[in-house]
């Protein structure tokens, strides 16, 4: 079968034989230095004292570091180093320095050198002096001198116990190096000539130890739990000498770089943590830590693949500090400092041929004969054997078919005839039978591109999902089945992302667009709905597993995790607010224990059955998977992989850091006042008492702790004792101010957040006294109080005197004014008397007015009407006129001429009825209105009538007025009073009186 093919690859196959293969551990360590005020880069010697500030002894002084500020201490002569520095049981600070001994006097906040009575003993004081212990509540030192001093300091005193020296050695030029006591109470002495000397009953002896012959300096001894006396040498290397069986053990370098040896025969400084660890600091070969497993040790050094490496490879001084933090002191690289939790082991990157410029992270496969293959970023694929330490190599060569095809590996999976799928970005699916030792042809086998998730069903088909959809194979690398959006309408999306098989045989499928599910009765499919808390948190689906209780979990790409509960057919969502700080989860898997274990973005998250969750990120030794996931084998052992190399641990062993509550100290106290600002800075001893002057405006109080590892996650709390009884939370603010407080007496505590059930335990206080200004003072108060009393009785005295002169005044006054105002009243009286009779006298002048108006226009009215019966009678005999004249046979032209003129006279046209309408308008405004308002059906005739009945004109008027007889004036007002509805026993005034 033939297949097209994008530019061809083919296999460059490695085999890297590693026997003894290189497994270092991860510690990622912090740096202090110039930036932090240490101004010195060679560090000599460091100690963490009992309030948790950190001294470093340079040859420069003395820095004294408190996690904000640094202060040096210069010593008597600028050429003086520090040798050592010490804090014995009574918290005093001693430093053994190359021009005498010191102590750190706490009142003056300075050190002073310290000198006996005795003028020999400051003799031998005033030189090199080389280390400072305490014995038995003495103090032992040791000069170049060849003597060793033993101090005892009382009650600021001091004088000399022994005198002892280094006679019954052979060289005489000796001196001791350094001074320990064991848990029995035996003293150990390494000297200058490689020889051992123990003080036991009051006696100085030679040990056994002195048979190996060592002849090169011995440096520094530390004495393990297991009665083991580590013993570090100027150039053969270091020692194990068992102090009660005698047994010695030689380590030295090796020029194997595999080899468990010590990485340098100059050992400089040795330390055993609290957990019975032997640390040792080598000249130029990093910082070692003993492996009892193994006899050997493993080494920490400058490198190119850690996050954060040891910043030099010569170390000076090893420290156990609080809160399991080890301090390293180095020649050129500043204060270096890690938690001891390590339990991770690492193998380079350059032992994996990792390029460490490609930040992808791996995706790692467990493969069932227990080899570890896991992807390289973008170059190629490595399978690890751990039995042999063997690692393979495959890289796409373009000129070989029959390789690895497409060197960025998205994809791993193993099928039962122990196949290794691979999928690929650009290169399609491979498939290595691991039996065969070579590459199998797949069916469409480049077809597929963006292999993100490949899974075998019940029936043993390998299912392989790519930006394309879904391919289903068979046993025999054959496509049974196609599926994607256009054979499954209801798939979310053609990008496959991720697949995943659950207990009851149904294939999950998680897409960019959201999460689908194959079952018996079809494909369903899930999204995330906006406001809905019970749907997806996020669509883009980049990991599916299932819990002990048979729920899924879904890592979403930005949007953390979902928990899908069956019985409810709903999700839950995991994220911040439930503990888990990573929004990306790439990978997921369980444990035995039945944690869930997330690959995030950040790290792993550890989710526990009690739903607590555990966050681990770089500073424990974990690296964020950018683009790969961890995985867990058989026994437990969680592998990741990246450009750091492949990592490995114990599930069970990698625990949070429990750390006890941290020391909280006042660093400084800044005071603004009128007179400018104050800074006022705390030394060892606390700070008692602060003094707030009047002027002061306001005042900050600077504050640390001794949680040097991670500050930023410092939680403070404080309260003001006297302005209120409650802790307030302040997260990781480190400065309190205040400012306006009443004159008064305060006390501010400062705690860290896990320690507020009680006012034990790591509180620091200090006590605020606000002083009053001069107004403020008590006596001013009470002479103020007494004046003011005073001045108000006399200002009573003389009101009440004043009052009564002014109500006697008052009294006269009103009586004048009363007079006045009866005055006035009656003058207003009679104004007003005299108004309304004007105002009475308007008004009859204007009724009088109006009545005059209409009785004018009544008058003109009726002469009106008056004149118009006139002319009706001049038309009447006009009438008779000419009936007299139409019997005349001739009629007489003077009497025709007669008759014309009464009729140019007498004329009466419509327009006079409408002069008598304006007029009968004008007095009775709305008859005519209402009148046919109530009655519309009335004629115009019928209208004039009813004006003339309201004029009261008598029926032989309305007769004349009508032209018509009396008798035709009745039946007309008749049926006017049948139209009006007027009954009989009311008249035609009452009607229209009550109409109006």
Not at 501 to 510: E, F, L, P, Q, R
């Amino acid at each position: 079968m033939t297949n097209s093919k994008l530019p061809t690859t083919t296999l460059i196959l490695f085999f890297l034989s590693f026997l003894s293969f290189s497994q270092n551990r991860i510690l990622q360590f912090q740096n202090i230095a110039y930036e932090n005020g240490v101004t010195d880069y060679r560090i000599n010697n460091i100690l963490q004292d009992k309030d948790g500030y950190l001294w470093f002894g340079t040859r420069l002084g003395i820095y004294r570091y408190n996690g904000q500020t640094t202060k040096t201490y210069h010593l008597l002569k600028e050429h003086f180093e520090t040798n050592d520095i010490f804090q014995d049981s009574h918290g005093r600070i001693w430093a053994a320095t190359t021009g005498g001994l010191y102590i750190f006097n706490s009142e003056k906040d300075d050190f002073e050198i310290w000198q006996s009575n005795n003028t020999n003993i400051n003799k031998a004081l005033a030189s090199n002096v080389l280390s400072v212990t305490e014995v038995n509540n003495k103090l032992w030192c040791s000069s170049v001198s060849g003597t060793i001093i033993s101090l005892s300091y009382e009650n600021n005193k001091a004088q000399i116990e022994h005198l002892l020296t280094s006679g019954n050695e052979t060289n005489n030029n000796g001196f001791a190096t350094d001074i320990i006591q064991d848990k029995g109470g035996t003293i150990w002495i390494s000297t200058s000539w490689g020889r051992i000397i123990k003080y036991k009953d009051s006696k100085f002896s030679p040990t056994k130890f002195n048979q190996t012959k060592n002849n090169s300096p011995i440096t520094t001894i530390a004495m393990d739990q297991d009665n083991n006396l580590w013993i570090a040498t100027n150039g053969n290397g270091l020692f194990k000498y068992n102090v009660h069986n005698d047994a010695t053990r030689h380590y030295t370098a090796s020029e194997n770089i595999n080899s468990k040896s010590i990485t340098n025969n100059i050992i400089l400084s040795l330390c055993v943590d609290k957990d019975n660890n032997l640390w040792a600091g080598t000249d130029g070969g990093g910082l070692n830590l003993y492996l009892s497993e193994t006899d050997g040790f493993t080494s920490f050094q400058q490198n190119n693949y850690s996050r954060l490496p040891i910043s030099d490879n010569s170390v000076l001084s090893i420290h156990q500090g609080n809160d399991n933090i080890i301090w390293i002191g180095t020649v050129h690289g500043g204060v270096n400092f890690f938690k001891n939790n390590s339990t991770i082991l690492n193998i380079p990157p350059s032992e994996v041929h990792f390029n460490q410029k490609d930040t992808q992270g791996s995706q790692v496969l467990e493969a069932s004969n227990g080899d570890i293959w896991f992807t390289a970023g973008r170059n190629g694929l490595r399978r690890y054997r751990p039995k042999t330490g063997e690692v393979f190599v495959f890289i796409d060569n373009p000129k070989d078919d029959s390789d690895l095809s497409g060197n960025n590996v998205l994809s791993l999976f193993e099928d039962g005839q122990n196949r290794i799928w691979i999928g690929t970005l650009v290169g399609g699916l491979n498939v290595y039978d691991t039996r065969q030792e070579k590459f199998l042809q797949a069916e469409q086998r480049y077809n597929s591109k963006a292999i993100f998730g490949i899974e075998k069903d019940d029936h043993d088909n390998i299912w392989v999902g790519s930006n394309a959809g879904i391919k289903i194979y068979n046993t025999n690398l054959q496509v049974l089945k196609t599926r994607s959006v256009t054979t499954e309408p209801n798939l979310n999306s053609d990008v496959i992302t991720c697949l995943y098989k659950d207990v009851k045989g149904d294939m999950w499928v998680g897409t960019s667009l959201g999460l689908n599910v194959f079952t018996k009765n079809g494909l369903k499919k899930y999204n995330s709905i906006k406001n809905d808390a019970t749907t997806l948190s996020g669509n883009r689906i980049l990991s599916i597993a299932e819990d002990e209780d048979l729920s899924l979990l879904i890592g979403t790409y930005g949007f953390g995790l979902n928990r899908y509960r069956r019985n409810t057919d709903s999700f839950e969502r995991i994220g911040k607010n439930q503990g888990l700080n990573a929004t990306i989860i790439s990978g997921l898997f369980l444990d035995d224990d039945k944690n869930i274990w997330c690959s995030t973005n950040l790290g792993l998250s550890k989710i526990k059955p009690d739903n607590s969750i555990e966050n681990y990120g770089f500073m424990d030794g974990i690296q964020a998977f950018q683009g790969g996931s961890a995985t867990i084998n058989k026994e437990g052992t969680i592998f990741m992989g990246g450009p750091h190399g492949l990592s490995y641990f114990k599930a069970s062993d990698l625990k949070p850091d429990n750390s006890v509550v941290p020391k909280v100290f006042f660093t400084s106290i800044s005071v603004l006042s009128k007179n400018g600002p104050q800074e006022i800075s705390f030394g060892t001893k606390p700070q008692e008492q602060l003094i707030i002057r009047p002027e002061d405006q306001l005042f900050s109080v600077n504050f640390s702790s001794s949680n040097y590892w991670s500050p930023k996650k410092n939680i403070y709390r404080y309260k003001l004792e006297g302005l209120n009884k409650d802790w307030q939370t302040i997260g990781n603010q480190q400065v309190l101010t205040f400012s306006n407080l009443k004159p008064g007496e305060y006390t501010l505590k400062v705690s860290a957040a896990k320690n507020m059930t009680s006012d034990h335990g790591s509180i620091s206080a200090i006590n605020i006294t606000v002083l009053p200004s001069f107004w403020q003072k008590t006596w001013v108060k009470i002479l103020c109080i007494l004046s003011i009393l005073g001045l108000v009785l006399l200002f009573l005295k003389w009101r009440i005197s004043s009052i009564s002169k002014q109500r006697q005044k008052l009294q006269e006054l009103v009586t004048t004014k009363t007079e006045e105002v009866k005055k006035q009243q009656d003058q207003v009286y009679q104004s007003r008397i005299a108004l309304l009779n004007a105002e009475k006298e308007n008004q009859k002048l204007s009724q009088k007015k109006l009545r005059n108006e209409l009785n004018f226009k009544t008058e003109e009215l009726t002469n009106y009407t008056l004149r118009t019966i006139h002319k009706n009678h001049l038309l009447t005999e006009i009438k008779d006129n000419l009936i007299v004249e139409t019997k005349e046979d001739v009629p007489k032209k003077k009497n025709l001429k007669k008759i014309v003129n009464l009729i140019d006279d007498s004329l009466m046209l419509d327009t006079d009825w409408e002069n008598f309408y304006n007029l009968f308008n004008q007095i009775h405004t709305t008859f005519i209105k209402n009148l046919k308002s109530y009655c519309p059906k009335l004629s115009d005739r019928e209208v004039r009538l009813c004006a003339l009945i309201k004029l009261n004109f008598n029926s032989q008027h309305i007769a004349t007025l009508f032209g018509i007889s009396l008798s035709s004036v009745k039946v007309a007002r008749h049926r006017l009073r049948k139209k009006l509805n007027i009954s009989e026993n009311q008249s035609f005034e009452d009607f229209f009186e009550n109409l109006n």
